[in-house]
């Protein structure tokens, strides 16, 4: 079975950028044929999906995020990414991605002070 590991969360100050990494390991499937989500879960609240990129390569986004965030996947690196600019305290969570056929990962943990 695989697994994803997520990494590249961190302190940042409203108005900074990070970007997130989810790279799929483990197992032969190339996450770029099932697509990649990525999804938030801020302390109280339920877990939420702020952006989706499909196998065509076409992604979606939560109105929260729109303009602000980019999906994307690096086939050769078997790795999707989230770069995430004028990061708002309101995006503070964490962050998680996931693939068809992989279990949940750990989760980044993204902080944004204000």
Request: proline share 4%; charged share 15%; glycine share 14%.
């Amino acid at each position: 079975q695989g697994q994803l590991v997520e990494s590249g969360g961190g302190l940042v100050q409203a108005g900074g950028s990070l970007r997130l990494s989810c790279t799929a390991s483990g197992n032969t499937f190339n996450i770029d044929r099932a697509g990649a989500e990525w999804h938030r879960q801020a302390p109280g609240k339920p877990r939420e999906m702020v952006a989706l990129i499909g196998s065509s390569g076409s992604a979606n986004y939560a109105d929260s995020v729109k303009g602000r965030f980019t999906i994307s996947i690096d086939n050769a690196k078997n790795t999707a990414y989230l770069q995430m600019n004028s990061l708002k305290p309101e995006d503070t969570a964490v962050y998680y991605c996931h693939v068809l056929g992989f279990p949940w990962g750990q989760g980044t943990r993204v902080t944004v002070s204000s």
